[in-house]
């Protein structure tokens, strides 16, 4: 009981986070009782029977009633009229959190309903699988991976650091970061790669002159692994766009400059210039191994090598 | 003995792909003799103190003289030369193979040098890391990786047949196709990809306001795949791109065009777009699943999660 640092937690939405959310922290024994609650009867039914949440609720705000943290688990484009819904029934010194990909607009949506004498802590757990629903998530989601937290003026420093302790529960790393600073971090690291995985896979499905199966057969370095981050929520993946949309856009047009500069050199035979710029590229990556941040073992695409 | 299928073997080049193939070929026993030569005096002095290649010639002609199969190891754009100076030296019935990653331009420049009973049977082995040079290589690299052959018209089936055997013996899965088709097939699943990735690592480096530790740091989902693809060998990527530049250049285009798309959704709000694009891409990547070309192991991003 020593390690337990909620009595009842509410996660709301019931999806790949919130059901890891939910085994981790059984795991760890971290809170008293944890209810949820998912907007889908057939998904709260499939709760139900796979033992996900000690108690499955018919709404969010009996989910939440009475609940010392209440973790907003839906798409961000949701999260304010649940936020809405639930205002009312939260108790006195609850926290609110959440695990969406972008953070100002949560922010912006989310904190004018929360009620006095509630706290508000933003955080996005960056982890995740190509899957998604009640049944996708696993205890080990979180392990060794970053949590980010986005306290907002005037957090509580106490409910900081217990949903903190949460996170470092489940296994997670855990820093803290400014909201904007968070969105363009995550546009260039994992929305910008998102959206162009998305776009090379579309891309290869038009060309019928190449067939599917021959594309995917030969794909081992590269392409492979493009169509598994396009196999991502496209629900969780629009509402990312639409609400990070100037860093996702500032990111893509950087990107097009970029790639154009490329295209031209390769028109008119610009060997030098190729040469260059992949030779900088790899200095890039040298100093990422220097930096300890990967290692440099001959694993390149390897591990779904198998035809 | 009754694995041999060559009696002397050259190859000339010793980076990753030659020097893999030393080891793979080593490993099965399907060669008598394996002479080598680099370019670089350098090269050669490491290939002949960690034993790479029976025997390290100090020029292509030595290395080339009285082998039955010569293989160009060397960047694309070098092969033409390298075939002008062997051509005078090789042995009556003799095979010239390649294993470079574009197959036209090669058939273009190195068969009008290719003598008079001697055969052409270029060829291209998918496989690879990040790491380049006579050290970078491993037995194990073509283990279950497709080799493509690429016979050209009046190809000696016996010719074919000796060097699929030699792929074969060195664990790769060897298919045929024609050239034209080939550069289109690697202009999707590895040309265009590896320039998107070499820019995307471009573009995070350019941007100041997001340190690199941190583009690092939070990239398990994508990015840190990214720069491990852009630190592929630079001399070898510049020959891809120039020697196929039309078929690169038409799937830039139609990338490029399908990204406007989508950036035009993202400024404009159109999320019903965004949804039916990713669902679609979604559903290639379940086409691929049920195809048994890949798992559905939730494993996306986790090989290298650990920070």
Same mark, same amino acid.
């Given at each position: 009981m020593s390690k337990q640092i909620y009595d009842r937690v509410a996660l709301i939405g019931l999806g790949l986070i919130a059901s890891s959310m939910f085994w981790a922290i059984k795991r760890a024994g971290l809170v008293g009782e944890v209810t949820g609650y998912a907007r889908s009867s057939e998904t709260r039914d499939t709760a139900r029977r796979i033992g996900l949440c000690d108690r499955v609720c018919d709404s969010a705000a009996e989910a939440a009633e009475g609940s010392d943290l209440v973790v907003l688990c839906v798409p961000v484009g949701a999260m304010e009229s649940v936020m809405k819904e639930i205002a009312p029934v939260l108790k006195p010194g609850a926290t609110i959190s959440d695990v969406g990909s972008v953070k100002r607009h949560v922010i912006e949506t989310v904190q004018p309903h929360i009620p006095e004498g509630v706290h508000f802590v933003p955080a996005h757990p960056l982890a995740g699988t190509e899957h998604s629903g009640p049944e996708a998530g696993f205890a080990e989601?979180?392990?060794?991976?970053?949590?980010? $937290?986005?306290?907002?003026?005037?957090?509580?420093?106490?409910? #900081?650091?217990? $949903?903190?302790?949460?996170?470092?529960?489940?296994?997670?790393? #855990?820093?803290e970061m400014e909201a904007d600073h968070h969105d363009l971090v995550l546009a260039v690291t994992s929305h910008a790669p998102h959206l162009i995985a998305y776009t090379m896979v579309g891309v290869a499905d038009d060309l019928r002159r190449v067939t599917d199966s021959e594309v995917i057969k030969y794909s081992a370095a590269g392409f492979r692994d493009f169509t598994r981050i396009a196999a991502s929520d496209p629900t969780m993946w629009r509402d990312v766009f639409l609400t990070n949309k100037d860093a996702t856009l500032e990111i893509l047009g950087r990107f097009t400059e970029e790639l154009f500069a490329l295209q031209r050199a390769i028109r008119t035979g610009d060997g030098d210039h190729l040469f260059d710029y992949f030779t900088h590229t790899r200095a890039i990556r040298r100093g990422i191994i220097e930096a300890g941040q990967d290692t440099d073992?001959?694993?390149?695409?390897?591990?779904r090598a198998k035809p």
């Open positions: 989601l979180y392990d060794n991976r970053w949590c980010l $937290l986005v306290p907002v003026e005037n957090s509580d420093p106490k409910a #900081v650091a217990a $949903l903190r302790g949460l996170w470092e529960g489940m296994g997670a790393n #855990v820093e073992a001959p694993n390149f695409g390897r591990e």
